[in-house]
């Protein structure tokens, strides 16, 4: 009987171990680990884009932040719903889509050199009808 309820015991801790180990692995979501920057584009060229990211505090000035982009840097391109509560679609684009002035939100190399994912995003009405 004490055998019994060690055994339960491990399958009980290993059962709680288990996916929290995993989960430290993936990041937390089963995803390559990576930074993101979103701010908009301030230059745009075949090699590297530059953001002007977001101010961490208010009043701050926004931070400039240059990443070199490759053949694998992936572009996607927001579309606006149709119609009033839906979510935007998105399009694969090019870095020749990309333009001075657009709201990016960029996923980076972990050691935040490089993009890997580069998302045009669209303005989204906020609570109240603004913008």
């Known amino acids: 009987m004490r055998w019994t309820w060690m055994l339960w015991i491990a399958v009980a801790v290993m059962l709680v171990v288990a996916p929290v180990a995993l989960a430290a692995d993936h990041g937390g979501k089963g995803h390559a680990k990576g930074t993101m920057v ?31 982009v490759t053949a694998d840097t992936k572009v996607k391109i927001e579309k606006a719903p149709a119609a009033e509560g839906e979510k935007p679609t998105t399009e694969d684009g090019k870095i020749g889509d990309l333009k001075a002035g657009q709201k990016v939100m960029v996923k980076c190399t972990e050691d935040g050199k490089a993009a ?10 906020h609570k109240g009808g603004k913008k």
């Open 38 to 68: 979103s701010g908009e584009l301030t230059a745009v060229t075949a090699e590297s884009i530059t953001v002007a990211a977001k101010a961490k505090e208010k009043g701050a000035a926004a931070e400039s932040k240059t990443l070199a």
């Open 116 to 125: 890997l994912e580069i998302v045009v995003t669209v303005p989204r009405a």
